[in-house]
């Protein structure tokens, strides 16, 4: 079935550090993938939204990749600061679902002074 | 801000009771959807509605049922509450374009004793 994994340990980096975080999908090809930042007890909130035919996105602070022969996405953050600390999901869209989107678990940020 | 509201935030209640989770939006969004999220696990989408009088179930099997009389509402209801039903049920809306980003309101955290 489709899935999205991302790594479920938890990242600890430095202030001012660049922070990577991975998702991989398996058994389909989305034609997108989008990252979202959720805080504890909220909803997710959208950061970025990459396209199969793209390689790089970047708002800000903010780099995606999408390589579709590893079938993997990589979130970077650069001159991270403790404001970024987060879980980070990664999200695709279900093969023929229309606006369904698959999440994965996410991976949580913590960006020390 | 995304203009999406849940209400309640917090709800405690009994094994048996009726419950009805409300979600509402205010951006005209004709999309809309249903998660539920444990902790530190994937979002799972159990119910999503296209548009007025259209509703569908999700991937994660679900005793909820939803219904969708105006656009901008779409509540769900649990007919006989147990322990299982324990989670974050989270809503969210999007446009009808494609690719869109999701909209989330901030969850409604379950507890059924």
């Known amino acids: 079935s489709q899935k999205i994994e991302q790594n479920s340990e938890a990242l600890n980096i430095q202030e001012g550090k660049t922070a990577t975080l991975t998702c991989n999908y398996t058994?389909?090809?989305?034609?997108?993938l989008q990252w979202y930042r959720q805080d504890p007890g909220r909803g997710p909130v959208f950061l970025l939204l990459?396209?199969?035919?793209?390689k790089e996105k970047r708002k800000e602070r903010l780099k995606v990749t999408f390589d579709t022969t590893l079938k993997q996405s990589l979130f970077h953050i650069t001159a991270s600061q403790p404001a970024d600390s987060a879980t980070y999901l990664c999200a695709a869209p279900f093969s023929g679902g229309y606006n369904k989107l698959i999440f994965g678990a996410g991976t949580r940020l913590a960006v020390h002074p | 801000e995304a203009d999406i509201y849940q209400t309640p935030r917090y709800l405690v209640i009994g094994t048996g009771k009726k419950i009805t989770l409300e979600c509402s939006q205010t951006?005209?969004?004709?999309?809309m959807y249903w998660y539920q999220q444990d902790p530190g696990m994937e979002l799972h989408l159990i119910h999503y509605?296209?548009?007025?009088?259209?509703?569908e179930k999700g991937d994660l099997s679900s005793e909820s049922t939803v219904s969708r009389i105006r656009t901008e509402h779409f509540p769900l209801t649990l007919e006989s509450a147990r322990p299982s039903h324990t989670s974050q049920y989270l809503c969210?809306?999007?446009?009808?374009?494609?690719?869109?980003?999701?909209?989330f309101g901030s969850g409604t955290q379950l507890s059924v004793l």
């Open positions: 058994n389909y090809s989305p034609a997108y």
């Open positions: 951006m005209g969004h004709d999309k």
């Open positions: 990459i396209r199969e035919n793209e």
């Open positions: 509605s296209y548009g007025v009088n259209s509703t």
């Open positions: 969210a809306s999007s446009t009808t374009s494609t690719n869109e980003k999701l909209f």
